[in-house]
């Protein structure tokens, strides 16, 4: 499975900004998908997922304002954030894990990446 990030850059607070991850290869129809970001010099940190039958799952910090959705058509998906804080500023990267009923939160539970996309959010 190969996962290519696009979208992120530079936003203002207050801001909006949308992260898109296409999966490629064999997906199989069961899957998924979440995003993930590490700040400089912190840990990486769970963000938001969904899994193949539309459930969601998000962090507190950007609960209410970032919205996940896929497409099992074209095999993306995507992170749609809003109300940007300084604090979203991070590499997002998109994960995919091959058993497609729980969310998990854990990043070792996620077998496959993305590249990582920088989101920076200025004031």
């Known amino acids: 499975v190969q996962l290519q990030a696009s979208g992120g850059g530079s936003a203002q607070a207050g801001g909006s900004l949308r992260l898109s991850c296409a999966a490629s290869?064999?997906?199989?129809?069961?899957?998924?998908m979440g995003w993930f970001r590490q700040a400089p010099g912190k840990e990486r940190e769970f963000v938001a997922a969904?899994?193949?039958?539309?459930?969601?799952s998000y962090s507190d910090s950007v609960k209410g304002r970032f919205a996940i959705a896929r497409d099992n058509a074209k095999n993306t998906v995507n992170l749609q954030m809003s109300a940007l804080k300084l604090e979203d500023t991070a590499i997002y990267y998109c994960?995919?894990?091959?058993?497609?009923?729980?969310?998990?939160?854990?990043?070792?539970?996620?077998?496959?990446w993305g590249q990582g996309t920088q989101v920076t959010v200025s004031s």
């Open positions: 290869g064999r997906t199989g129809s069961s899957y998924n």
């Open positions: 994960a995919f894990d091959r058993q497609g009923r729980v969310i998990s939160r854990d990043s070792g539970q996620y077998r496959y």
């Open positions: 969904i899994s193949s039958n539309g459930g969601t």
